[in-house]
């Protein structure tokens, strides 16, 4: 199960990722600020979110609405020390599919992520999808144009489907990384770079486009 973390609070994010991974085997991406929970939520499949309420800049509420907003379906889990009725309803209203007042006990989260993961929330992807003159078969792993099949390595597969899956939105190099190649692995952005320039070559079109500082996005 992938589990996307949000909360701002070093030693808890970092004792609940600990125990997620520990006990309940799950593949965890913890971020501590709400911009970064939306954007990583938006950017790729998460079988479940947790969002703290309690964030400083943007708190877990109005991720959970913006992310609703921009029609996300998948499951969200609210953490809070509110216990007050009002608060859940306004959780629950703003999107959240469950509430865990804080301080909770692990296991309870793990029963908790069990029962959403459960529930059928992830949109089923095409097998191909086709864009201007291309399309990509997510089965075969293979991209053809016009009949004809182009040649991807694994990285640059996963680097166009990425970016496709997030057509016209921007994705950081730090997105990126962490989608492709994981938030532990021991690269740079310059990888990332490089990929893009390869993958650029063998489309032979100017679909990638660069943002200045902040990284990619796919248009066309």
């Known amino acids: 199960m992938n589990i996307l ?11 609940i990722s600990h125990m997620l991974i520990k006990k309940g085997g799950y593949r965890v991406d913890w971020v501590e600020q709400g911009e970064d929970a939306y954007d990583y939520a938006l950017a790729s499949h998460y079988d479940v979110v947790i969002l703290d309420w309690m964030m400083p800049v943007k708190d877990g ?12 379906g998948g499951p969200i889990l609210m953490l809070t020390a509110k216990d007050a009725v009002q608060d859940r309803v306004e959780g629950l209203d703003a999107g959240a599919d469950d509430y865990l007042v804080k301080p909770f006990e692990i296991d309870e989260l793990l029963a908790r992520l069990r ?20 399309t990509l078969n997510r089965t ?3 991209l053809a144009v016009s009949g004809n099949e182009i040649q991807l ?19 950081t190099r730090e ?7 994981g938030y532990d692995a021991d690269v740079s952005y310059k990888i990332v770079d490089a990929t893009v320039k390869l993958l650029r070559k063998k489309l032979d079109v100017d679909i990638i486009h ?3 500082g902040v990284g ?5």
């Open 153 to 171: 390595s694994p990285k640059e597969f996963q680097l166009l489907d990425l970016l496709l899956q997030n057509k016209g939105q921007v994705l």
């Open 175 to 181: 997105i990126i990384l962490d989608r492709i190649w």
């Open 216 to 220: 990619y996005k796919l248009e066309g």
């Open 5 to 15: 973390l949000a909360e701002d609070d070093t030693r808890l994010g970092k004792l």
């Open 210 to 212: 660069s943002i200045r």
């Open 115 to 134: 029962s959403l993961s459960r529930r059928n929330f992830a949109p089923i992807q095409e097998e191909s999808v086709s864009f201007g003159q291309f």
């Open 140 to 142: 075969s792993r293979n």
């Open 61 to 72: 509420i109005s991720v959970c609405r913006e992310l609703r907003s921009e029609g996300y």
